[in-house]
């Protein structure tokens, strides 16, 4: 079984920051690709940041500059910072993982989510 918690959602006025952070438990074998979605009512899921096995970030073009994806392989963690909040970002905010376990290989997993709302 395999766990992945998001926590640090929460009520942020405009311009605030805030930091997300999603920890994986169970039996792990390796970790590749971490990453963060959002879906906002409405909505798609949409791609927000991902981080390669290797540390590499990738965001798409629409959030550069105000995300920040980070890992820590060894807490099996990944952190997202997220600056000059706008109302805009109000969302759901969902981890997901590429993990591989034992006897079961490779597949995606995802946390329930976090709620971010931004006031204006």
């Known amino acids: 079984q395999v766990q992945l918690v998001e926590s640090g959602g929460g009520l942020v006025q405009a311009g605030g920051s805030l930091t997300l952070s999603c920890v994986a438990s169970?039996?792990?074998?390796?970790?590749?690709?971490m990453g963060w979605y959002r879906q906002a009512p409405g909505k798609q899921r949409e791609l927000v940041a991902k981080?390669?096995?290797?540390?590499?970030?990738r965001y798409p073009d629409s959030g550069k500059g105000r995300f920040i994806i980070s890992r820590d392989n060894a807490k099996k963690t990944v952190v997202l910072q997220i600056d000059s909040l706008s109302p805009e970002d109000t969302a759901v905010y969902y981890c997901?993982?590429?993990?591989?376990?034992?006897?079961?290989?490779?597949?995606?997993?995802w946390g329930l989510g976090t709620q971010v709302t931004v006031s204006s």
């Open positions: 997901t993982m590429n993990i591989f376990r034992l006897g079961y290989g490779w597949r995606d997993y």
């Open positions: 169970g039996r792990i074998s390796d970790i590749d690709t």
């Open positions: 981080i390669t096995s290797d540390g590499s970030p």
